[in-house]
């Protein structure tokens, strides 16, 4: 059974920073991705990142550059590193792992971490 769990979220104030953890068990990187998501409270989820390999990172362009996604394999983990946070990235943060099904993949979802970013 796949497990995800997001961790590192917190407050800090606008400008700071904060690195988030996606650590599994029962998973191993394959053919789908991995990913970040954030919902702010009243608003849908909204993609942040998609990873498939160390050199297949997609960011949606949220945070503007400001965010980083990474990879360990060995460690079958993701992390996401945000500098220069602002208000409006204030939002619940989710991991999601990619699992494959028959015909295509299903998403594993972690619990989310709460980021708030105050002034």
């Known amino acids: 059974q796949v497990k995800v769990v997001e961790s590192g979220g917190g407050s800090v104030k606008v400008g700071g920073s904060l690195m988030l953890s996606c650590t599994t068990s029962g998973y191993t990187f394959n053919s789908c991705v991995m990913g970040w998501y954030r919902q702010a409270p009243g608003e849908e989820r909204q993609m942040v990142s998609h990873?498939?390999?160390?050199?297949?990172?997609y960011m949606s362009g949220i945070g503007q550059g400001s965010f980083t996604a990474s990879q360990d394999k060995a460690k079958n983990a993701i992390y996401l590193q945000m500098n220069r946070l602002e208000t409006e990235d204030t939002a619940v943060y989710f991991c999601?792992?990619?699992?494959?099904?028959?015909?295509?993949?299903?998403?594993?979802w972690g619990q989310g971490t709460q980021v708030t970013v105050s002034s």
């Open positions: 999601a792992a990619g699992v494959p099904t028959r015909d295509s993949c299903t998403n594993v």
């Open positions: 990873i498939l390999s160390d050199r297949d990172i």
